[in-house]
């Protein structure tokens, strides 16, 4: 396009200060001439800016906020499917080891509770498996499809989303879809509570 009078003239930071302003926030723009401008954004306490690694889940879309994420490896689905079968076969977590370190395999959709089972028949390429660890837990999980990296805006869910473990907040893609963020440290917590609490109600039942 060519340039005009009106090229870029504060269209862009309209579009910014409407999304500001929309989450409680605010912007100053100071100019001094010949030595430049300064923004000063300021944005509530609940609201921060991350970067997140996008991943699908089936049809579903999750950000994982990439601070908590130790790493990505790619593994093939034949060597998925042994570790999987070995899982049911023993009644152990599968594990993974990756650089002396030991991790628990899981499919993402075990720690969503969404019934989804890994798509690993007819597939030929690696899947990527996104590895986190914590003081307690290494934790090696599959996703079905890694959809890049974005800049997200965390946004709070709200007092009716307090009590949902796993689930630290939402941001809104470019196209207006709604995506959920993923904690997986403290999906993996629950799990292992649950677990624990149900090998303990197990063991509780057996005849003395």
């Known amino acids: 396009g060519t340039v005009t009078q009106i090229s870029g003239r504060g269209v862009g930071m309209d579009v910014v200060s409407a999304e500001i302003k929309q989450i409680g926030g605010s912007i100053t723009i100071d100019s001094q001439q010949g030595t430049g401008t300064r923004f000063n954004i300021r944005l509530p306490f609940t609201v921060s800016v991350n970067r997140a690694l996008m991943v699908m889940a089936g049809e579903d879309s999750y950000a994982i906020p990439l601070n908590t994420i130790e790493g990505i490896v790619r593994i093939s689905p034949y060597e998925l499917e042994a570790l999987y ?34 798509k690993l028949v007819g597939q030929s390429l690696p899947l990527p498996v996104i590895l986190v660890r914590s003081n307690e837990y290494a934790v090696a999980v599959q996703v079905d499809v890694l959809a890049g990296s974005r800049e997200i805006v965390v946004k709070g869910l709200g007092p009716q989303f307090a009590s949902v473990h796993g689930i630290s907040g939402a941001t809104i893609l470019g196209d207006g879809r709604v995506v959920v963020i993923l904690d997986l440290m403290a999906m993996i917590r629950m799990q292992q509570v649950s677990a624990s609490l149900a090998g303990a109600a197990e063991q509780s039942r057996v005849p003395a």
């Open 85 to 118: 079968q070995q899982e049911q076969q023993e009644g152990k977590p599968a594990r993974y080891e990756y650089a002396g370190q030991v991790y628990q395999l899981k499919y993402i959709g075990d720690l969503l509770n969404n019934g989804q089972n890994p």
